[in-house]
């Protein structure tokens, strides 16, 4: 618990240290330290049911131009959570018609809906077609800071979340839920309303990101928008960091999304190659996450202080 909120003091207190020269850079890449993150606990909080999305990326994409959509007409706030309602609306139509499904199958159903959102924002006259759509900076471009507090705010949602789920008894029902559907049952778990939930708080958590996303970005385009990419980075940042915790996706969030920035900064074209290498290799070898190695070591050092 103390790491997560070292981690949250961290991030708030960011803008205020002395960055010098790297002050925009990395105030950049703090912002999307924070939304990926965030979009990384929202999926997780589904996978603690045992469920495989790759409808994250949709989710994204909803949230991402519900906001950029509504944003001129009712400002900013409205804006971001109308995005994410559609979201969540989105959520709980997928959930419905899915849920009963499991593993791969579920997956690839999210896959498909994934893409036939792509292929309407492609076709809709009012999305910008192929062609994209313009999104004006929060506030007016006013606050200079207001899209990486607003991100912080999406990333401090998310771990609020998380935390209520991993430290109430909600947590029991996804564990059973992810062990056994038929013993879950029999326990008196109703299994598809705590899917249908975690999928739905998920989703709302996923469009935020993807609303905050749009207005630092200024622009959406239906390939970025709703790419199978932020479905894939949704689901490898908690598995990296460690799946079914909170501190787990922070941890792997802060140095995968910091090393893409970096790698894209100094390697520049060629820099997918290194960081999928370096990503394969830690998945290899560490199994249980950057957590689970903090662990193993932690107990290392009591074993040797014993001694």
């Given at each position: 618990m103390r790491g997560v909120f070292a981690f949250l003091l961290l991030f708030a207190l960011l803008p205020f240290l002395p960055l010098g020269v790297w002050r925009a850079f990395l105030l950049d890449v703090g912002l999307f330290v924070?939304?990926?993150?965030?979009?990384?606990?929202?999926?997780?909080l589904v996978a603690r049911t045992g469920q495989l999305s790759l409808a994250h990326g949709a989710f994204f994409g909803l949230g991402a131009y519900g906001t950029g959509l509504l944003l001129p007409h009712v400002g900013t706030l409205p804006a971001l959570a109308l995005g994410a309602l559609l979201a969540g609306l989105g959520a709980l139509l997928l959930g419905s018609v899915t849920l009963r499904l499991h593993g791969l199958y579920f997956a690839i159903a999210s896959l498909a809906f994934s893409e036939v959102l792509r292929t309407l924002a492609l076709k809709l006259g009012f999305t910008g077609g192929p062609i994209g759509l313009p999104v004006p900076p929060p506030f007016g471009g006013g606050l200079p800071l207001a899209g990486y507090y607003l991100a912080f705010a999406v990333l401090a949602l998310a771990v609020a979340l998380s935390l209520w789920a991993e430290k109430s008894p909600f947590r029991l029902a996804q564990a059973a839920c992810r062990q056994s559907e038929a013993v879950a049952r029999v326990l008196g778990v109703r299994v598809v309303r705590v899917k249908l939930l975690s999928l739905f708080l998920g989703s709302l958590v996923a469009g935020l990101s993807g609303g905050v996303y749009a207005m630092k970005a200024l622009f959406l385009s239906p390939y970025e928008a709703f790419s199978l990419a932020r479905a894939v980075e949704a689901l490898v940042i908690p598995i990296f960091g460690g799946l079914y915790t909170t501190l787990g996706p922070l941890l792997g969030g802060v140095v995968l999304v910091g090393l893409e920035q970096a790698l894209r900064l100094w390697i520049q074209e060629g820099y997918l190659v290194v960081y999928g290498a370096l990503l394969v290799l830690a998945i290899l070898f560490l199994p249980k996450g950057l957590l689970g190695l903090?662990?193993?070591?932690?107990?290392?050092?009591?074993?040797?202080?014993?001694?």
């Open positions: 924070l939304l990926f993150t965030a979009l990384a606990l929202s999926w997780d903090l662990g193993e070591i932690g107990r290392a050092c009591s074993r040797g202080r014993r001694a």
